[in-house]
Nanobody
Framework: QVQLVESGGGLVQPGGSLRLSCAAP????????MGWYRQAPGEERELVAG???????NYADSVKGRFTISKDNAKIMINLQMNNLKPEDTAVYYC???????????WGQGTQVTVSS
């Protein structure tokens, strides 16, 4: 069973920054996609950003230019640097990992991000 370990998140004022991290310790996948979804109360879960094992990235339009996803080349671990945060970024952020040939995602437990003054 693959376990995703998330860290980061918390409370920040509008315009502030936060950094989320997600690791899959012990996993040995070589081809995969990894990233973050978020879900606000009463809303559908939406993709925020993703990165593939070859470094290709994609972002939701609402976070382009503000969020940056990156990965560690030595292990299965990603970071999401979130700058210029807005109240509408408030949500629970879920890390996901989808290895090649798997039909669904492994999920992290979720971490709360709250942007409020």
């Amino acid at each position: 069973q693959v376990q995703l370990v998330e860290s980061g998140g918390g409370l920040v004022q509008p315009g502030g920054s936060l950094r989320l991290s997600c690791a899959a310790p012990g996993s040995i996948f070589t081809i995969y996609v990894m990233g973050w979804y978020r879900q606000a109360p009463g809303e559908e879960r939406e993709l925020v950003a993703g990165i593939s094992s070859d470094g290709t990235t994609n972002y939701a339009d609402s976070v382009k230019g503000r969020f940056t996803i990156s990965k560690d080349n030595a292990k299965i671990m990603i970071n999401l640097q979130m700058n210029n945060l807005k109240p509408e970024d408030t949500a629970v952020y879920y890390c996901f990992l989808r290895p090649l040939f798997k039909d669904d995602n492994y999920w992290g437990q979720g971490t709360q991000v709250t942007v409020s003054s």
